[in-house]
């Protein structure tokens, strides 16, 4: 073989190997910035998914501060309905006619007080069984009527704006 010939036979070899050595490059290159784009891919879409958890947050305080705006309101409306109860109390022992239309009057502001609390998703708490999430006892009596723990006599009603307390029943229970 001339030397020619050999040495464009080396030339081609180089240039096979560096032509090899590029596509090589070109390939780790092209691995690097796939790992990359999908890292980021990855990145983003946790982005994204913590946008939508961040969104459905404030989408429901939203709504419960929408539901419960009123809570305040009602607060300070629950005396009055303590004071047209007691007056109701009060009047029903006299026996004046002039009294009676009056309790009449009182009767029917506190029936419609009551509705309107109803129409905004305040209502009493219940008082069957004594509950320490709902009441609140403020004295311990003796009775043979009741078992112990039962409640005795409601002081003063609570009231819950729909599933949250606004003030405990204020109660007396059984102590045997």
Same mark, same amino acid.
Request: charged share 40%; with cysteine.
């Given at each position: 073989?001339?030397?020619? *010939?050999?040495? *464009?036979?080396?030339?081609?070899?180089?240039? +096979? &190997?560096?032509?090899?050595?590029?596509?090589?490059?070109?390939?780790?290159?092209?691995?690097?910035?796939?790992? &990359?784009?999908? /890292?980021?891919?990855?990145?983003?879409?946790? =982005?994204?998914?913590?946008?939508?958890?961040?969104?459905?947050? %404030?989408?429901?305080?939203?709504?419960?501060?929408?539901?419960? =705006?009123?809570?305040?309101?009602?607060?300070?409306?629950?005396?009055?309905? $303590?004071?047209? &109860?007691?007056?109701?109390?009060?009047?029903?022992? +006299?026996? $004046? /006619?002039?009294?009676?239309?009056?309790?009449? @009057?009182?009767?029917?502001?506190?029936?419609? %007080? %009551? $509705?309107?609390?109803?129409? *905004? @998703?305040?209502?009493?708490?219940?008082?069957?069984?004594?509950?320490?999430?709902? *009441?609140?006892?403020?004295?311990?009596?003796?009775? $043979?009527?009741? /078992?112990?723990?039962?409640?005795?006599?409601?002081?003063?009603? @609570?009231?819950?704006?729909?599933?949250?307390?606004?003030?405990?029943? %204020?109660?007396?229970?059984?102590?045997?």
């Amino acid at each position: 073989m001339s030397k020619k *010939h050999k040495h *464009h036979k080396e030339n081609e070899s180089l240039e +096979k &190997e560096t032509q090899e050595q590029e596509n090589c490059e070109i390939n780790d290159k092209e691995e690097n910035k796939t790992s &990359e784009l999908e /890292e980021r891919l990855e990145q983003a879409l946790r =982005a994204y998914a913590a946008c939508e958890n961040d969104k459905k947050i %404030m989408e429901k305080q939203k709504t419960q501060a929408i539901d419960y =705006a009123a809570e305040k309101f009602a607060k300070d409306l629950l005396p009055i309905a $303590d004071t047209l &109860e007691l007056a109701i109390k009060n009047i029903k022992s +006299k026996d $004046d /006619e002039c009294v009676k239309e009056m309790l009449e @009057g009182v009767e029917l502001t506190l029936k419609k %007080m %009551m $509705d309107t609390f109803k129409n *905004h @998703g305040i209502e009493p708490v219940e008082h069957e069984e004594f509950d320490p999430n709902l *009441h609140q006892a403020i004295q311990q009596v003796p009775s $043979d009527e009741h /078992e112990d723990g039962q409640i005795v006599e409601v002081y003063q009603k @609570g009231y819950k704006l729909k599933d949250r307390l606004i003030r405990p029943s %204020m109660v007396t229970i059984c102590k045997n």
